[in-house]
């Protein structure tokens, strides 16, 4: 593989920036799940840049690669990383939560590029796996890949769709864990501990990849290094940090579901550029 | 006569966006792997990665039909069947096995009898519950033409050797006119509504048979039309009271401002006894000569109290 230049790498974190900015300013007016775009925004922006053959003039090609993010509620990183790479207007964000629009807390196909719907947890797996059969059937070799929350793997149809993806070696599908190791509003080692959890992946007949989910060069050397044609599906565990990018929201149990005012936006905005620490007033909502 | 597995192979070859999937329930597929190939799929006994991975090939285009037990597929996988399904519109055609009495001797746990009332919930969703194997496979390229999503109440093996002349979408067959009594009914029971019709009409009374074929879209015209030309609709169904014909019916009357005579006969509140078919209806009451008794009781009871009121009245 080539490695990501210095450029390149420069270039992929001053989009993740922008794309953090896009989060905090969706995370007043109504609020969002902050802590969990956050974590998965690194990986998002890397796919869409890097590895999906997929661009705003060909969301509708057939042999395009699917993205599916199935753990819905961190569709804010996604929304930023569309309105970033030229999929729908930017203007478009300020209507988060707007009737008039469809940008809301869950994915949706109202928006460009947004392949499926999510929301209910421990579905998009099935639905990726229904796309990589009909890839196969018609053998070409476009790829699907799926972000599943760590939290996620609670729910027994991810482990069922698991053994069905295996049977059927669906070697076009990638599955990604955004290892953040929060639930909603615990640590899941606290809850229902996941680990070990690379083992029970290989166990599973996954072939089972291990990266630091916000360093852009480890993720291109698991993505670029993944061999093809090899009969099995695969999963990336991604590790990652709730909140990573604001430390007052960082690896914070009660900064999962947040709404802040004006002022806190403001100073998460200065955080977010290394200034001062924010001074957050406002509580979390517990909506789940 | 043709199976359903070869109308719906007939199908699947003259179009290559059929998918035939199945929740490892092969019983009326049993011989299409070797025929349909890669476009066969049996995900295991795992009813929600059908229907999820059933949407994601509808995405691709596709149109999968999915085959599982009744209970199993809309119980289990019904928030599949409703988010990934419902909420995209997809041409998803679901098709639930043993529904109803056809369960026989399994229990409760494989007792559909709840799947009309939840499937109708859903937006978009048909349902259809055939009386019999020739009305499937008659019906079938209908279904794969329509876009909408449809949940197909697999019958009875047995035929009916009904004489059909309506096939459509939503189209009711009158099987017979009646004035004093129409009995509306669907699936199994189509077969006991003939016999309990016979059995009045021996003793006079007039008696209609509509086999409802669709509970959505419901045929409103015959429906309101046999309201209009009988005493008494009888809804006949083996399914809950709650959400099934009944419910439809009603919902139906009160929204025309419509009011008539109904007598439900369906499961309240409770399961059925397991047992082998003929003994569980006959121990639920379902048999048709069960039927015309409840029916002539009704008919009796009202036709006294009328007596009565209009003797007071003299």
Not at chain 1, 85 to 113: M, T
Not at chain 1, 128 to 139: T, V
Not at chain 2, 99 to 120: I, K, W, Y
Request: aromatic residues 8%; hydrophobic residues 45%; contains cysteine.
């Amino acid at each position: 593989m080539t490695p990501l230049s210095e450029t390149r790498i420069k270039e992929l974190e001053s989009l993740a920036l922008r794309v953090r900015e896009h989060i905090i300013r969706m995370s007043t007016g109504g609020g969002c799940f902050i802590g969990a775009s956050l974590s998965c925004a690194d990986l998002i922006v890397y796919l869409y840049s890097e590895v999906l053959t997929i661009s705003p003039d060909k969301i509708h090609d057939p042999n395009r690669d699917y993205f599916l993010l199935s753990k819905g509620h961190d569709v804010p990183a996604l929304y930023g990383t569309l309105a970033e790479l030229g999929y729908f207007p930017k203007g478009r964000l300020k209507n988060h939560l707007s009737v008039n629009d469809s940008i809301y807390w869950h994915p949706n196909r109202g928006i460009p590029a947004i392949e499926f719907h999510s929301g209910s947890l421990g579905h998009l797996l099935s639905v990726a796996i229904g796309i990589a059969m009909d890839i196969r059937l018609r053998k070409t070799s476009n790829r699907v890949f799926v972000i599943l929350g760590d939290g996620e793997l609670n729910e027994g149809s991810v482990w069922e769709g698991m053994l069905t993806a295996a049977a059927y070696k669906l070697d076009n599908l990638i599955a990604i864990v955004d290892r953040n190791q929060f639930q909603a509003n615990i640590r899941t080692e606290e809850l229902i501990p996941l680990e070990p959890l690379a083992p029970k992946f290989e166990a599973m007949g996954w072939l089972t990849y291990h990266t630091d989910g916000h360093d852009f060069a480890a993720l291109h050397k698991t993505f670029s290094d993944m061999p093809s044609k090899t009969g099995k599906p695969s999963i990336v565990i991604a590790d990652t940090m709730r909140g990573k990018g604001l430390p007052s929201i960082e690896q914070r149990a009660d900064r999962w579901f947040v709404n802040f005012s004006q002022e806190e936006i403001a100073m998460l905005l200065d955080e977010l550029h290394g200034e001062k620490s924010a001074e957050l007033t406002s509580e979390t909502l517990m909506v789940r | 006569m043709r199976t359903y597995e070869e109308v719906l192979l007939e199908c699947a070859l003259r179009d290559e966006r059929i998918i035939v999937m199945t929740a490892e329930n092969r019983a009326a597929i049993r011989n299409m792997p070797p025929k349909l190939g890669e476009r066969f799929i049996d995900v295991g006994i795992a009813e929600q990665t059908m229907i999820g991975a059933a949407a994601g090939l509808a995405l691709r285009g596709r149109i999968p039909i999915v085959h599982a037990l009744a209970t199993f597929l809309t119980f289990r996988a019904y928030e599949f069947i409703r988010d990934d399904v419902g909420i995209a519109g997809l041409p998803v055609k679901l098709v639930g096995g043993v529904p109803g009495f056809l369960s026989d001797g399994n229990g409760p746990t494989h007792q559909a009898v709840e799947d009309v009332s939840l499937m109708r919930g859903i937006p978009g969703m048909q349902v259809f519950a055939p009386a019999d194997i020739e009305d499937l496979a008659a019906t079938l390229p209908l279904i794969f033409e329509s876009p909408a999503p449809c949940y197909i109440r697999y019958p009875a093996p047995t035929p009916t050797n009904i004489e059909r002349v309506r096939r459509g979408i939503g189209e009711a067959e009158v099987i017979a006119a009646g004035s004093d009594v129409t009995i509306l009914t669907y699936g199994l029971l189509v077969r006991e509504a003939i016999v309990a019709r016979e059995l009045l009409e021996q003793q006079g009374i007039s008696t209609g048979v509509i086999d409802i074929r669709w509970l959505k879209p419901l045929d409103v015209d015959t429906v309101l039309n046999a309201v209009s030309r009988s005493g008494l609709i009888v809804t006949l169904e083996d399914h809950f009271l709650t959400g099934g014909l009944f419910s439809i019916l009603s919902e139906l009357l009160v929204s025309k401002s419509i009011i008539s005579q109904v007598l439900p006969i369906a499961l309240e509140e409770r399961w059925f006894k397991p047992a082998l078919l003929p003994d569980a209806l006959e121990y639920e009451g379902f048999t048709g000569k069960q039927i015309a008794a409840r029916i002539a009781s009704r008919l009796t009871v009202r036709s006294s109290k009328t007596k009565a009121q209009s003797f007071s009245e003299v």
